[in-house]
């Protein structure tokens, strides 16, 4: 079974700047998580859908971060004008339908570096 | 407030001990709490995880024991290899109308051969 797909691996830009992040999840998984993880720190969760709908977005900027899950598969995480601050691995996990949220599947991460 | 974090951020063993990872949490109406294993340039990877009415579990090589009353939680490693060096985190489960996991800050272990 392939695992939780995300591009690019790593980023690099200016803030400012705008950044979209790509998250292809498990295959049948409904459920779909974006964190934030800066290092030397535990992920932090942004976003939650189920399908295409969002269930959680009490964490994210949403002034500057908005994320969306067309037709309740792939997912795209947008960053725009990024800051500094922003600099961090953006990790994209799925989990099933029927699934506890413990049972997360997480991909690789997209290792973002604001300058 | 409420939170989930590790007490020792680095931990050094060598080959063959047994190592012990550590983790407080404040909340106590989480129902799962779960460790994470993440080796660089990797996502977390699950490892084990404990209900909240269990004291104790047990899988391969590694033990989870939980300890509601001071909310302490704790990853024993048995005979620990070079392959385990990694940050470990723990993790617990929140159900607030759906469900979530909130992540400690994690410990770094190093083992030497």
């Known amino acids: 079974e392939a695992g939780v797909a995300q591009s690019p691996r790593y980023k690099i830009i200016e803030k400012r700047q705008s950044v979209a992040f790509w998250c292809n999840p498990i295959?049948?998984?409904?459920?779909l998580y974006w964190y934030q993880q800066i290092l030397g720190q535990g992920p932090k969760l942004l976003i939650q859908?189920?399908?295409?709908?969002?269930?959680?977005d009490s964490q994210l900027p949403k002034d500057r971060f908005s994320a969306e899950r067309l037709k309740g598969v792939d997912s795209t995480l947008k960053i725009q004008p990024a800051k500094l601050e922003d600099s961090a691995v953006y990790l994209c996990?799925?989990?099933?339908?029927?699934?506890?949220?413990?049972?997360?599947?997480f991909g690789p991460g997209t290792r973002l570096t604001v300058t | 407030g409420e939170s989930v974090g590790l007490h020792l951020p680095t931990l050094s063993v060598q080959e063959g001990d047994n190592s012990i990872i550590n983790c407080a949490y404040s909340?106590?109406?989480?129902?799962?709490f779960i460790w994470y294993k993440q080796e660089s340039g990797k996502g977390p990877q699950f490892i084990i995880d404990?209900?909240?009415?269990?004291d104790k579990r047990q899988g391969q090589r590694v033990t989870v024991l939980l300890n509601k009353t001071v909310k302490h939680l704790s990853l024993q490693i048995a005979a620990t290899q070079p392959g385990d060096s990694a940050v470990y985190f723990c993790?617990?489960?929140?159900?607030?109308?759906?469900?979530?996991?909130?992540f400690g800050t994690g410990t770094r272990l190093l083992v030497s051969p």
């Open positions: 859908f189920q399908n295409n709908g969002v269930v959680d």
């Open positions: 993790a617990e489960n929140r159900r607030t109308g759906f469900q979530k996991l909130v």
């Open positions: 996990a799925s989990s099933s339908f029927r699934g506890e949220a413990y049972e997360q599947y």
């Open positions: 295959s049948g998984h409904a459920t």
């Open positions: 909340n106590s109406a989480s129902d799962y």
């Open positions: 404990i209900r909240s009415n269990m």
